[in-house]
């Protein structure tokens, strides 16, 4: 992933480490794919680089996450 992500606001640089966190919880309030994703965090001002490929990484990696524990 990329080493930050610019708020528009603020223009304050979050790490990368962040940005899966930001990814990962919105995911987690309703299991959205990575569409719903990416326009709820660019409406809170969130952007990055490959932002949809990140959110798309996330969600596929926590669904098999979820498929293989539901196993």
Known sequence: MDTHVL????DNPVSAEEQIKLLKDQH????????????ALKGQ??????MYIDALTI???????HYLMSQ
């Open 28 to 39: 987690l309030k309703g299991h959205f794919g990575a569409n719903s994703i990416v326009k």
């Open 45 to 50: 001002g969130y952007r990055w680089k490959n």
């Open 59 to 65: 969600t596929q990696e926590l669904s098999l996450n």
């Open 7 to 10: 708020n528009n606001e603020q």
